[in-house]
Nanobody, 124 residues
Framework: QVQLVESGGGLVQAGGSLRLSCAAS????????MGWFRQAPGKEREFVAA????????HYADSVKGRFTISRDGAKSTVYLQMNSLKPEDTAIYYC?????????????????WGQGTQVIVSS
């Protein structure tokens, strides 16, 4: 399995931006498609964004389309989530996930490895 460590969370005002990072180690990063999920207080974890092994295919939840961008850097074995125009409803713990497949996926049970999460708080 691959080990994942997220960073970049924090407190930001509504309308602001954050960039989350997820550093992978342990196995060949290029063998994995990657995803971001989030869990708000009192809610179930939900899909946010996903990217295929080569970065050519991306998927987004409707709630973040046009505001969030997922990308990956193979040389750094890192996947990013650029979050713009943040809203209070984006407040959640954000989790990075890896899937041992070239295809991107949007359901969490298809992912093999998970990070510990990073907290994002958006104040109004």
């Amino acid at each position: 399995q691959v080990q994942l460590v997220e960073s970049g969370g924090g407190l930001v005002q509504a309308g602001g931006s954050l960039r989350l990072s997820c550093a992978a180690s342990g196995r060949t990063f290029g063998s994995y498609s990657m995803g971001w999920f989030r869990q708000a207080p009192g809610k179930e974890r939900e899909f946010v964004a996903a990217i295929s092994w080569n970065g050519f295919t991306t998927h987004y939840a409707d709630s973040v389309k046009g505001r969030f961008t997922i990308s990956r850097d193979g040389a750094k074995s890192t996947v990013y989530l650029q979050m713009n125009s943040l809203k209070p409803e984006d407040t959640a713990i954000y989790y990075c996930a890896a899937r041992f497949s070239v295809q991107a996926a949007t359901t969490e049970d298809l992912f093999d490895s998970w990070g510990q999460g990073t907290q994002v708080i958006v104040s109004s």
